[in-house]
Nanobody, 130 residues
Framework: QLQLVESGGGLVQPGGSLRLSCAAS????????IAWFRQAPGKEREGVSC????????NYADSVKGRFTISRDNAKNIVYLQMNSLKPEDTAVYYC???????????????????????WGQGTQVTVSS
């Protein structure tokens, strides 16, 4: 069973930056499209960003475009979410999730729909506050 582990969350001031990491042991993350979701208290889980298996295509929610960047290093078996210009409304628990079924082409488009993803991490808290 694929186990995903998120790290890098914390408390940051508005305008600051954080880099989240999603790692897996014993499984090759390159076989999976990876997405980041977030859930704030009292709100539904929201797709933030995703990246296909090769890293050749990415997708972002409108709310984070231009501020967040997803990337992957398949050699290191890790996926990153670089978050810049953070806002208080970015406060949430962030989860990474894996989809093994996306076709393996450079231009395959990953999904920000949670039901597509079979494997989930436990989440890392991001709090943006002064």
């Amino acid at each position: 069973q694929l186990q995903l582990v998120e790290s890098g969350g914390g408390l940051v001031q508005p305008g600051g930056s954080l880099r989240l990491s999603c790692a897996a042991s014993e499984f090759t993350l390159g076989y999976y499209a990876i997405a980041w979701f977030r859930q704030a208290p009292g709100k539904e889980r929201e797709g933030v960003s995703c990246i296909n298996k090769s890293g050749g295509n990415t997708n972002y929610a409108d709310s984070v475009k231009g501020r967040f960047t997803i990337s992957r290093d398949n050699a290191k078996n890790i996926v990153y979410l670089q978050m810049n210009s953070l806002k208080p409304e970015d406060t949430a628990v962030y989860y990474c999730a894996a989809d093994p079924f996306l076709i393996t082409t450079v231009q395959a488009m990953c999904s920000l729909t949670s039901t597509v993803y079979d494997h989930w991490g436990q989440g890392t808290q991001v709090t943006v506050s002064s």
